[in-house]
């Protein structure tokens, strides 16, 4: 099976905060993903890499960084937390084929910042 | 932009009964797939079912079946024999073959599942 996991299910930051949320999935896939879960907005790409080094942005970007330096670990960063990022955040991995893109989620990170 | 519309933000079922949840989407390409996925209160996200476009057949899992009106661009969820544990929100998603693995969601239903 699939493992897909997230560094903390439940974080609290104040605002300026540099906030760190980590992803780690354990079947070599190339592509893995950041979002964003807010009610009745779904879920909102923030960012995601295709390949160790490499990313790209989502549809809302503004306000985080990514960082891949490994195949199997994808790492979020606030630079500095506002409150209007106080969200669950969904990491996901998929297979880099074209075909199968299914993608396998993490438990998420219910994060609030103060 | 492709848009995914889930119109049904809450529906309930009683235990054992059917239940259909609705998803529209918005797309020019005619090659893509689209997904339902569940999300349980407090647990993880997984994959319930998938279509791939170029099928006419519509997909089933289970209690899980899906009717795919590609025309209408219309992708409906069928639950079967509704269970407690089938409580959760559902997402539907959209992946175009030609834009990598980005997925679009849609806004998700919440289905409650009456005893």
């Known amino acids: 099976d699939v493992k897909v996991t997230q560094s903390s299910r439940y974080l609290v930051k104040r605002t300026g905060e540099k906030v760190f949320l980590e992803c780690v999935q354990d079947?070599?896939?190339?592509?893995m993903f950041w979002y964003r879960q807010d009610p009745g907005l779904g879920l909102r790409l923030i960012y995601f890499?295709?390949?160790?080094?490499?990313?790209e942005k989502g549809d809302i970007p503004e306000g985080y960084s990514v960082s891949r330096e490994k195949k199997e670990r994808f790492s979020l960063i606030l630079e500095s937390a506002s409150t209007n990022q106080t969200s669950m955040y969904l990491c996901?991995?998929?297979?880099?084929?074209?075909?199968?893109?299914?993608?396998?989620f993490g438990p998420g990170t219910r994060l609030t910042v103060l | 932009a492709q848009t995914v519309t889930q119109s049904q933000p809450e529906m309930s079922v009683q235990e054992a009964e059917t239940v259909t949840l609705s998803c529209t989407y918005d797309?020019?390409?005619?090659?893509?797939?689209l997904f339902w996925y569940k999300q349980p209160p407090s647990r993880q996200m997984i994959l319930v079912i998938r279509?791939?476009?170029?099928?006419?057949q519509n997909a089933t899992e289970n209690r899980f079946s899906v009717n795919f009106q590609k025309a209408a661009k219309s992708f409906s969820l069928k639950i079967s024999d509704s269970q407690l544990g089938d409580a959760a929100m559902y997402f539907c998603?959209?992946?175009?073959?030609?834009?990598?693995?980005?997925?679009?969601f849609g806004g998700g239903t919440r289905l409650m599942v009456k005893p």
């Open positions: 996901a991995s998929s297979s880099g084929s074209t075909r199968d893109g299914t993608q396998y």
């Open positions: 079947m070599d896939h190339e592509n």
């Open positions: 890499s295709y390949d160790v080094k490499m990313k």
């Open positions: 797309t020019s390409e005619s090659d893509y797939y």
């Open positions: 279509q791939e476009a170029y099928k006419q």
């Open positions: 998603a959209y992946r175009p073959n030609n834009a990598g693995n980005m997925l679009t």
